[in-house]
């Protein structure tokens, strides 16, 4: 396996499945071309300055930018759907369309569900 998609379509906080798919993110970046498709409510990981200090988690966004070589796409239908088109959103993420979304899942040797 050359390259994998990894599809979050969760909140960030609330569960554990935004964090352990950065990590597993981060374990596949070396020697593969990895892209992070944020869906449903995963696009909510792409809003900017999140604050989870009172939820004592890390911020997820903050882990973003630590992999600078990471490819993270944006579903821009879940965004508009939950409001957040017009929100301040991390520098890092590419937003695409339902149909770029689709062809890029189907271009990599492998997708992995969160």
Known sequence: MKSVF???????YGSEK?????NAVAVSLNGMNV???LYGDG???AAADQDSTNLRMP???DILYSYGE???LVHEPSL???GLFDKT????IELVDEEDFLKEMENLDSVILF
């Open 80 to 82: 508009i759907e939950r």
């Open 18 to 22: 935004a964090f352990g798919a950065l």
């Open 43 to 45: 696009v909510y990981l």
């Open 35 to 37: 892209t992070l498709g």
């Open 70 to 72: 990471l490819r993270v």
């Open 89 to 92: 959103l991390i520098e890092t």
């Open 59 to 61: 911020n997820l966004s």
């Open 6 to 12: 990894y599809l979050l379509d969760t909140a960030p």
